[in-house]
T-cell receptor, first 118, second 109 residues
Framework: EPEVTQTPSHQVTQMGQEVILRCVPI?????FYWYRQILGQKVEFLVS????????KSEIFDDQFSVERPDGSNFTLKIRSTKLEDSAMYFC????????????????FGPGTRLTVL | RKEVEQDPGPFNVPEGATVAFNCTYS??????FFWYRQDCRKEPKLLMS???SGNEDGRFTAQLNRASQYISLLIRDSKLSDSATYLC??????????FGQGTELSVKP
């Protein structure tokens, strides 16, 4: 069964450093997403991406964050200057469509990257 | 008011019990709704979509009441493997999923 993969599984970094989290969405999916979950809190939407553009972003997704699809398979989240409060699990997800259409909008999540900022 | 609100639990039930989870949502939240399941420190996985007509998948039944802005999930004959956190989720029709805090379920032998 196709699945979303993410690397690394755990990233430890110093405050102020840049990190890049990588994701390989399911191959026939066209819509990509990043979410984060701070320990003990709910899953929060960061950004959605389609056709090489951001479709929607949340208030959390400020100028320190950026996303890119550098090639036909990878989807990356970059945090330019990490803060302590960026420590969280970051989930990548993908779907065929964002629209409800026979389940095509089901978002499949990757296993996550645990980011620890020291 | 939070966009999607759930009782965090935990719900501790014996095997074989029937357990029900509730969720409420605000006007701005969503048009489509789902129940996701999340095991400890793992990714959310779709359990089922929720329709106004109600839908059933084996031991799981989900219901949406748009007038009351209320969503429910019923689990019958609970198994040890049902132990997880159940996430009530709305979709803004643009792909943005809005998650509730989650309700923790622990099924004991």
């Amino acid at each position: 069964e196709p699945e979303v993969t993410q690397t690394p599984s755990h990233q430890v970094t110093q405050m102020g450093q840049e990190v890049i989290l990588r994701c390989v969405p399911i191959s026939n999916h066209l819509y990509f997403y990043w979410y984060r979950q701070i320990l003990g809190q709910k899953v929060e939407f960061l950004v959605s991406f389609y056709n090489n553009e951001i479709s929607e972003k949340s208030e959390i997704f400020d100028d320190q964050f950026s996303v890119e699809r550098p090639d036909g398979s990878n989807f990356t989240l970059k945090i330019r200057s990490t803060k302590l409060e960026d420590s969280a699990m970051y989930f990548c997800a993908s779907s065929e469509s964002p629209w409800t259409s026979g389940g095509a909008n089901e978002q499949f999540f990757g296993p996550g990257t645990r980011l620890t900022v020291l | 008011r939070k966009e999607v609100e759930q009782d965090p639990g935990p719900f501790n039930v014996p095997e074989g019990a029937t357990v029900a989870f509730n969720c409420t949502y605000s006007n701005s939240a969503s048009q489509s709704f789902f129940w996701y399941r999340q095991d400890c420190r793992k990714e959310p996985k779709l359990l089922m979509s929720v329709y106004s007509s109600g839908n059933e998948d084996g031991r799981f039944t989900a219901q949406l009441n748009r007038a009351s802005q209320y969503i429910s999930l019923l689990i019958r004959d609970s198994k040890l493997s049902d132990s997880a956190t159940y996430l009530c989720v709305g979709d803004n029709q643009g792909g943005k999923l809005i998650f509730g805090q989650g309700t923790e379920l622990s099924v004991k032998p």
